[in-house]
């Protein structure tokens, strides 16, 4: 085994301030008394109070919740059901390109994919909302959840399907069953990491949201140019909670659910 030298150690801790120690720094900040905030004027939680105040950010926050949970959901089931034709569906005609058009906005720049679904939206005189949002946020992220799902369904023992088969269940069954409970942490990594991506997203919001629908990284990204207020250093502490809280409770319910699945594996070999 390699040993924890002084190195390792220095590059680990470089790493991780690199990463968080300007999150840290946020979240200090977001807690002091002075408007200006490179100047600490003491301890006070009353920009948080002014939050709560703002209409404009909550609008935008329950926007961006709103469109973050749909977007995430739709993916989670479309690429469960991309990933699985992928890895289950053999060499059946047009795989290439639908392999091609399912890995596509991995590699696409968003703001192709943003002005491309702009001009779809203006095409079919769909008007931008909502709904448009959703849409795009979908059809972006759909595609990572099918690259995690269909690595956890590469390394799938088939036999469980088969032996349920045999015991009389349907395809639909048997896949309800065995294989949607086995492959349900990747579908829930997915549906974070989906969740996540639409949080974060402001390019191709910006191409496909409407007057009436700003994201919250729409609306930071305005506010911002016009200078960083204590505000927004209270709102950026408060998503850093809610996605660290979402994190944890998704750690736990997959470790859960991996510990039973090998508590049941483990039955079913003593029976």
């Not at 807690?31 to 006070?44: K, M, Q």
């Not at 943003?114 to 448009?132: H, N």
Request: hydrophobic content about 55%; proline content about 3%.
């Amino acid at each position: 085994m390699r040993r924890f030298t002084w190195f390792n150690a220095t590059a680990l801790t470089l790493g991780f301030a690199f990463l968080y120690l300007p999150m840290l720094i946020l979240i200090i900040y977001s807690f002091n008394e002075s408007r200006l905030v490179t100047v600490w004027a003491g301890f006070s939680t009353k920009w948080y109070g002014e939050l709560l105040q703002n209409q404009a950010f909550l609008n935008a926050a329950w926007v961006t919740l709103k469109v973050a949970v749909i977007s995430s959901s739709l993916a989670a089931v479309l690429g469960t059901m991309a990933a699985y034709a992928m890895v289950r569906g053999g060499r059946f005609r047009g795989r290439t390109l639908f392999s091609g058009m399912i890995y596509a906005p991995l590699v696409m720049p968003e703001v192709i994919t943003g002005l491309s679904l702009l001009l779809l939206f203006i095409a079919i005189g769909m008007d931008r909302g909502v709904t448009t949002i959703v849409l795009a946020h979908t059809t972006f992220s759909m595609c990572y959840v099918s690259v995690v799902v269909s690595s956890r369904l590469a390394t799938f023992d088939r036999s469980l399907e088969e032996a349920a088969l045999d015991l009389g269940c349907t395809p639909f069954d048997a896949f309800r069953s065995v294989t949607l409970p086995i492959i349900a942490p990747a579908v829930v990594s997915g549906w974070l990491l989906a969740f996540t991506l639409s949080l974060d997203d402001l390019v191709i919001a910006s191409f496909t949201s409407g007057p009436s629908s700003t994201t919250l990284p729409i609306k930071i990204y305005s506010a911002v140019r016009l200078g960083v207020s204590p505000e927004i250093n209270a709102l950026s502490t408060i998503m850093i909670l809610i996605v660290t809280v979402g994190v944890i409770a998704a750690s736990l319910v997959s470790k859960r659910s991996i510990a039973l699945q090998k508590a049941d594996e483990q039955k079913a070999l003593q029976q």
